[in-house]
């Protein structure tokens, strides 16, 4: 048995950087990861992967100059998904690399092979062979896979998930999405890009429920807008073949035979195998770790941190969560919470982000409010780069016009958000935009003009601000 101070099960973001907490404060640290190499999903399955795929794709196929200049790339299909696969490797590489040279840095031992929880914090790790290391604390962070109902085929080759569609072997002329969450977002506007006949599937009324209702309705004509056929709120669809041709029939009996299927309807946390109910760790009716506010779960000095323990599953908090964790299990006076207004960003074309409350959360909440908008059709930065779908929505307090939130359709949409999440950290105003010079010009332009319109809203001169 070797003693560690620390034991962290995976080695994703969650994994990693609470490691690195740990042993930044002089503790000796182990990470036990089952996978060929660190980085968890977001660097090599999920996250980058995906991301490098849509610049990739826009990049090749000219997808946002065609309408401006009339002209696109016309590589043959075969030819750009190589291309796409070659770039998406070496930024993979290069973010299992940066993984593995903070781990090296910080002196912490990764110990390869599939982990078990023992008695008394201890955890059992089978590889090769089979070693025992003994810890003062545990932190899981195994993070999660996609999931997989039963209804769906998935032995079907020409089925995939999230993570086998990385490996298609062509570009394929038509695809079901199935799932209207960030995930099946991205991959359909992706596919769109590249000329695929794409059909979008949920059994819920609007794209990404989480988002501003309104956000979600401009999303929709946006992906109309290129090309995507959106089937919502139809109920459940079935996947299944008749004769030699995928099948996907619709609750109100339409059929489609797409060349190939996506998956992409929620995911599960990895938690098979690791021993949770002989540790006395308790878990929710969806298998997820329950834990407090300061991460611990129901057995003493075991943590949990990232998707394991559920939403909102986004690789910046997962970080923070497991940098909190390790703060409050050791005592190091550093970091005591996560961040209670994280940005969420889904990387479709166009972008969508979020920071705060959005209009139903105020509503709901019983906030007298007002909203300010700002179309990126009327930006001229955004005329020049020619992605002017999407808009900058401001969700306000009218007595005070405090900021509540803000809600971006737009081209960089994911880059803009922290600066609405800045203003509502200090509690200001959206007078906060009006005063502020931006570069002309600018995307950023939009959160001026988008304050000036709430204050329209709201009638006659402004008040004194008091931020």
Partial sequence: MTHFDLVVIGAGPAG????????YFGKRVAIVERAQV??????TTGGIPTKTIREAALYLTGFRRREIY????????????ERIRDRAEDVVELAIDTVRENIDRHGIELVRGDARLGADRSVIVRGEGERVLDAEVVLIATGSRPFHPSTVPFDDPDVDDSESILEVDHIPRSMVVVGG?????EYASIFAALDVDVTLIDSGPRLLPFMDEEISAVLADAFTGIGVRMVLGRGTSTIGRLGDRLAVTMADGEVLHPERVLFAAGRAGNTDDLGLEEADIECDLRGRIVVDEHYRTSTVGIYAAGDVIGPPA??????EQGRVAICHAFGFPFKESVDPMPPYGVYSIPEVAMVGMTEQSAEAAGIDHEVGRSWFEQNTRARVAGTTDGLVKLVFRRDDRTLLGCHIVGDVASELVHLPQA????????DRFIHTTFNVPTYSEAFKYAAYDGLQRLGGPPAPATT
């Fill in 38 to 43: 660190p980085g968890g999903t977001p660097a």
């Fill in 423 to 430: 203003v509502l950290h200090t509690g200001g105003t959206i």
């Fill in 16 to 23: 990693e950087k609470a490691a690195a907490q740990a042993a």
């Fill in 314 to 319: 986004l690789a910046s908090v997962s970080m």
């Fill in 181 to 185: 969450g960030p995930v099946g977002c």
């Fill in 70 to 81: 009339g002209v696109g790339l016309d590589l043959p299909p075969e030819i750009s998904l």
